[in-house]
């Protein structure tokens, strides 16, 4: 299924998340209708509180449109190492019509769960690195424009309310 993906200002998208206790079959179709809806997005990455359930789950494929699809399934997902920094654009599902450059670090290792409840370890560098820094900022609420210096955000939210005024 194809869920909604909430969209900022919703305030669904500040709450932090919850460790998956054990992987059951709802947690399975979770991860189906995150992969679904991610891919029809389209995107290259999801978590779960951006379609509104606040659970440790995201999915990831960085492959491109001429490639087999590679998805990435992480339960409870934790960088457990980082190191240098880069300093790329970033758009998000949930703040659709925005995109800005944001510093994150160049290289992650990230320890979680698969959909089998086998712990992985994922040494991630370039996109791949990005997209776990922002797919695990949005379990703990946080949300790439939070990276911005003030003034930018603040332009930014600035023509989010003109937007809404706008479709008043």
Same mark, same amino acid.
């Given at each position: 299924m194809i869920r909604t993906i909430l969209?900022?200002?919703n305030p669904e998208l500040k709450?932090?998340?919850?460790?998956?206790?054990?992987?059951?079959? @709802? #947690?399975?179709?979770?991860?189906?209708?995150?992969?679904?809806?991610?891919?029809d997005a389209p995107g290259?990455?999801?978590a779960a509180p951006q379609i509104g359930v606040h659970q440790r789950v995201i999915v990831i494929d960085i492959s491109g449109k001429n490639e087999p699809p590679d998805l990435i399934v992480a339960i409870n997902p934790t960088i457990v190492y980082a190191e240098g920094e880069v300093y790329e654009?970033?758009?998000?599902?949930s703040v659709p019509d925005y995109a800005a450059n944001v510093r994150r670090?160049? @290289? #992650?290792?990230?320890?979680a769960l698969d959909?089998?409840?086998?712990?992985r370890t994922w040494k991630a560098d370039d996109l791949l690195a990005i997209a776990f820094q922002h797919e695990i900022d949005h379990l703990d609420g946080?949300?790439?424009?939070?990276h911005l210096s003030a003034l930018k955000r603040e332009i930014f939210q600035r023509k989010v309310r003109k937007a809404a005024e706008e479709r008043r």
């Open positions: 969209t900022y200002p709450k932090k998340s919850a460790p998956v206790k054990i992987i059951t079959d @709802s #947690v399975r179709e979770l991860v189906q209708d995150m992969a679904n809806t991610m891919y290259i990455g999801l654009e970033e758009g998000c599902l670090h160049a @290289s #992650v290792v990230v320890k959909i089998e409840g086998v712990e946080i949300l790439f424009i939070d």
